[in-house]
């Protein structure tokens, strides 16, 4: 049956698939598409705590709640910073990216 | 949910999740891995049903419905090969960024089968949705008050960084750009 390992060890694999895309994928949006996946892999562990250690806290569900938000953060300042980036050099190549300015 | 319905919407949904998960750095389409996001992070949500969070689980479904939606059309709007026809290989460094990826999964996955987690059994039903909406409007307020004016700064932040020519941008009078 599931228990609190089965479920962290589900989101371990899930996180070290995210930070997969972070190292490796070459665009903005997908390294931004690694970074959910990471996200994802906390809010499944929060919720594995919730279920299988502390079932009476409804702290969990607040935790879970604020990793949402910061992924809609993440989202909408990562497609800011894509547009501006991609309106100066006209790429969202990261490999392009090597420079702060000029 | 009894013990064996759990398992058997949890294992299911778990290889869904982690497949999808693996192919949305694997297909050269990107409005496929988009859509793949989507569906990896859309059976998390099922997850979280399964775990006795229908709350949560629910408001995954919603979130991430919207969000990789609008992130689908962003990578179709960036990418040098939306498409993925001419098959562009959008990976570097594969080596190191594998097995550092594999060696951090370990790592977790060792730690959390091995520690010894405390461990309380859910009585009876899943936990009242009413708790939460308590602790949002009780003990954790202040916090959670924080994280929405966080949201307003992001959409004002993120709008001025997408404006035409950035945040330092003077526009003329009657510029409409």
Known sequence: MISLPVVLAVAAVMFGIGLYGVLGQTNTIMVMMGVELMLGASMLNLVGFMRYAWPDAASGAFFVLIVMTLMALEAAVGFGLVISVFRNRRTAELDDLTELGG | ?177
């Open chain 2, 1 to 177: 949910m009894s013990g064996l319905g759990t398992a058997l919407v949890f294992w299911p949904g778990a290889v869904i999740m982690l497949a999808t998960a693996v192919y949305v750095f694997r297909t050269s389409s990107m409005a496929r891995a988009g859509l793949l996001l989507l569906a990896s992070l859309g059976v998390e949500g099922l997850l979280f049903l399964a775990l006795a969070s229908e709350f949560l689980g629910v408001l995954q479904l919603l979130m991430m419905s919207g969000e990789m939606v609008v992130m689908t059309f962003f990578m179709v709007m960036f990418m040098p090969d939306p498409g993925g026809l001419m098959g562009m290989d959008m990976i570097h460094d594969k080596r190191r960024s594998a097995s550092l990826a594999v060696a951090v999964t370990v790592a977790l996955a060792v730690f959390a089968v091995l520690t010894d987690w405390p461990a309380e059994t859910l009585n009876g039903e899943a936990p009242d949705v009413r708790q939460i909406g308590f602790e949002v409007m009780g003990r954790s307020m202040f916090s959670f008050l924080f994280a929405g004016i966080t949201i307003l700064f992001a959409m004002v932040g993120g709008t001025m960084l997408a404006k035409h020519g950035g945040r330092f941008a003077v526009e003329a009078e009657g510029d409409a750009r």
